[in-house]
């Protein structure tokens, strides 16, 4: 990304014209929403690995044989997230 921006002039133009346009309609306070809802996005991708992380230290079972209730919610959770990658994998 630094060589394309450095390098390439169609590219550093093109991010002049996206900057121009932004501060045109309110600067960067208005992309607040977007900002927010990305870090959303990125603590959702996060949740999963350190929520099994925090069950495995307090001797909870994710899977096998014994799992409980609390094991199969995850175990769900955890395929409705691959899910989801792969629904915006197709849409990508």
Do not use: T
């Not at 014209?17 to 309110?26: C, L």
């Not at 809802?37 to 690995?49: E, N, R, V």
């Not at 096998?64 to 915006?88: C, D, E, P, R, T």
């Amino acid at each position: 990304l630094l060589y394309r921006e450095v390098c390439i002039a169609r590219f550093r133009e093109f991010r002049d014209k996206i900057e121009e346009r932004a501060k045109s309609r309110g600067g960067r306070s208005k992309r607040a929403p977007f900002i927010f809802s990305c870090g959303l996005l990125y603590l959702g991708l996060a949740a999963p690995a350190v929520l099994a992380v925090k069950a495995s230290q307090a001797g909870v079972q994710l899977g096998g044989a014994g799992a409980g209730n609390a094991a199969s919610i995850f175990q769900a959770l955890v395929v409705a997230m691959y899910l989801g990658w792969l629904w915006a994998a197709a849409g990508d």
